[in-house]
């Protein structure tokens, strides 16, 4: 009902507000991370607005999953205008996804696995479509980098934590140096078995 405002509120109010963090460097960081990206089959969970155009290539092949339809109406209308002829947007839910087995060279989820009720379930679906050398790229708050009184909704995993529960589905877990606020960047790729 409100995801024609999602932009709007994440821009004034959640970034600067919540996070403590400028959404222009965030973009500047996921960019440096993702344009090298090219030719790829990419999956985005929880694709929200379709924010992916600051930072993927137009030359992947894209896949984006969430639960709102009225926010893949608003990905779709930017996936079309910025270039990006082979993309797909699904209305399922991150944990349990469509497709098949191993099928993603790259795999990103920005800002939202924090709201996902089984983060476990999450980690296992992802390396269920994800390819053997596939990468993940992921981003959310730390409760240990929050500096400000705001209240960050969803559940706050510490770095520890969240390491542990990669590595506990075979990830190597990597935190990224980049820093912007209460934000995390980090990469896992899936081990071998």
């Known amino acids: 009902m409100f995801s024609f405002l999602y932009d709007r509120i994440m821009e004034r109010s959640v970034f600067p507000k919540k996070f403590n963090a400028s959404m222009a460097v965030h973009y500047t960081i996921l960019g440096k991370l993702l344009k090298p990206v090219t030719g790829q089959t990419i999956i985005e969970f929880a694709t929200g607005s379709g924010d992916a ?24 209308k930017k996936f079309e205008r910025h270039g990006f002829n082979r993309f ?23 800002l939202s696995m924090n709201f996902f009720p089984d983060p476990d ?5 992802l ?11 992921g981003s959310l708050p730390l409760p240990e980098r929050k500096t400000s009184k705001a209240t960050i909704h969803g559940t706050l995993y510490p770095l520890d934590a969240l390491k542990k529960r990669f590595e506990d589905h075979r990830f190597h877990f990597d935190a990224l140096p980049d820093e ?3 934000l995390l960047y980090f990469k896992a790729t899936p081990k071998d078995k």
Do not use: M, W
Not at 88 to 110: G, K, S, V
Not at 121 to 125: D, G, P, R, T, Y
């Open 121 to 125: 379930q999450f980690i296992a679906e």
């Open 53 to 76: 155009i600051r930072f993927l290539n137009p030359d992947n092949t894209y896949a984006g999953v969430d639960i709102s339809p009225g926010l893949l109406r608003l990905a779709r």
């Open 88 to 110: 797909e947007l699904y209305a399922a839910d991150a944990c349990t996804t469509p497709f098949q087995d191993h099928l993603f060279d790259a795999a990103i989820c920005n």
């Open 180 to 182: 912007n606020g209460a």
């Open 127 to 137: 390396r269920r479509v994800l390819k053997t050398n596939g990468q993940f790229y």
